[in-house]
């Protein structure tokens, strides 16, 4: 009952900066969580952030931290992912997700609705 459209994605230079961005709509609970996940050709599905429904809590995977913020718009519906000091390595689809519990949001299978991905490519 949770429709999440990522955008922003696109073909930047390593060193360069990108805003993701994660709609929501629906007929659910307003209270979920949102984290962004990512999947490179060849390997799994892979935690990026997280943050809690009053962005109390944030979370991020050692590979990002210092260089990626997750932040939301409770008004506007939407969570975002900047991503600043981009690497080759950041190269994968991303994926916003929703999560209505109070689950560990690490873990890609405790979420309950996933947008359709968006391509990040950073070239070296």
């Known amino acids: 009952q949770v429709q999440l459209v990522e955008s922003g994605g696109g073909l930047v230079q390593a060193g360069d900066s990108l805003r993701l961005s994660c709609a929501a709509s629906g007929r659910s609970f307003n209270n979920y969580a949102m984290g962004w996940f990512r999947q490179a050709p060849g390997k799994e599905r892979e935690f990026v952030a997280a943050i809690r429904w009053r962005a109390v809590s944030t979370n991020y995977a050692d590979s990002v931290k210092g260089r990626f913020t997750i932040s939301r718009d409770n008004t506007k519906n939407t969570a975002y992912l900047q991503m600043s000091t981009l690497k080759p390595e950041d190269t994968a689809v991303y994926y916003c997700?929703?999560?209505?519990?109070?689950?560990?949001?690490?873990?890609?299978?405790?979420?309950?609705?996933w947008g359709q991905g968006t391509q990040v490519t950073v070239s070296s």
């Open positions: 997700a929703a999560e209505l519990g109070f689950s560990d949001l690490r873990v890609w299978n405790n979420y309950d609705y």
